[in-house]
């Protein structure tokens, strides 16, 4: 991984290894939690077939509807978490409130003939959630878009025996040099049917249903999703429609 602004990581890391947290509830948590999992996930494409869409160093068909294979990993000893795209640590964890510092492996990658690779990059950022509504920044640390990101979510836990039902909506910010890198177009990458495109940050908005089963050590997820783009978005020449829905469902093992 090369980091350009190396000074950011420096202070994540010293932040991450010399801090400790503060308001760590482990009456509703165990001190260690290490889980396996698989996902599908599929979903619509608001690219062009054609179009090699990258998420999470993966290349994915080049057909419309797309198939998502998702491996899930995590692993939390206390307070310090890792997962398949990163990791991070909490300095609060209670039932109404938690605090979150991470660095993750994220964008919006893609390739396809006559442009520049699009390429995903790791952030750095923090999610605060007070009661049930949830904060969540994080940047470009790596500076290939050098965009920033920041979401607001409503949220409520409902719970009928071993199944939860967790409805999410919300608004995504998304900041100008991450919309022009992801769906812009430059000037050398201009044809006839592919304008010069230089886009203004956007505001996505997303609806998303969780429905989590629990059997013993054994979970299994159904969370369908729909995801409408902001006119940045839905106006650049190398998408096709301002919207995209996703059905993920899968099943996750605790192993200890």
């Known amino acids: 991984m090369k980091i350009k602004n190396i000074k950011h990581f420096i202070f994540l890391v010293v ?22 999992g698989f996902a599908l996930n599929p979903r619509t494409n608001i690219r062009p077939s054609g179009i090699e869409v990258k998420y999470a ?5 080049k057909n419309n509807p797309i198939i998502e294979p998702i491996p899930i990993l995590f692993f939390r000893f206390a307070n310090i978490f890792i997962n398949k795209d ?16 991470f660095i993750m492996n994220d964008g919006e990658g893609y390739k396809t003939a006559g442009m520049s690779e699009r ?3 790791f952030f750095a950022g923090g999610l605060l959630q007070l009661y049930f509504i949830q904060f969540k ?7 290939i878009s050098s965009g920033q990101n920041f979401r607001v979510d409503l949220f409520k836990e409902h719970y009928w025996g071993q199944l939860k039902f967790e409805p999410h ?15 812009g177009v430059k000037t050398n990458e201009v044809v006839a049917n592919r304008p010069f495109y230089n886009p203004n940050g956007t505001v996505n908005y997303t609806v998303e249903l969780r429905f989590i089963k629990t ?3 054994t979970k299994y997820l159904l969370i369908p999703m729909y995801k409408n783009y902001g006119k940045e978005v839905a106006r650049s020449p190398v998408v096709e429609r301002d919207e995209e829905f996703r059905l993920t469902f899968g099943v996750l093992w605790k192993l200890f």
């Open 15 to 36: 932040f991450f290894m010399s801090y400790q947290a503060k308001a760590f509830d482990f009456h509703s948590i165990d001190w260690i939690d290490t889980s396996l």
């Open 57 to 61: 160093g993966l290349l994915y068909t």
């Open 86 to 101: 990163g990791g991070g640590m909490a300095f609060a964890h209670t039932p109404n409130f938690k605090l979150r510092a």
């Open 119 to 121: 390429k995903n990059s």
């Open 137 to 143: 920044y994080m940047r470009d640390i790596e500076n």
């Open 169 to 183: 909506f919300g608004i995504q910010y998304w900041s100008k040099d991450y919309v022009n890198y992801y769906y």
């Open 215 to 217: 059997s013993g050590n």
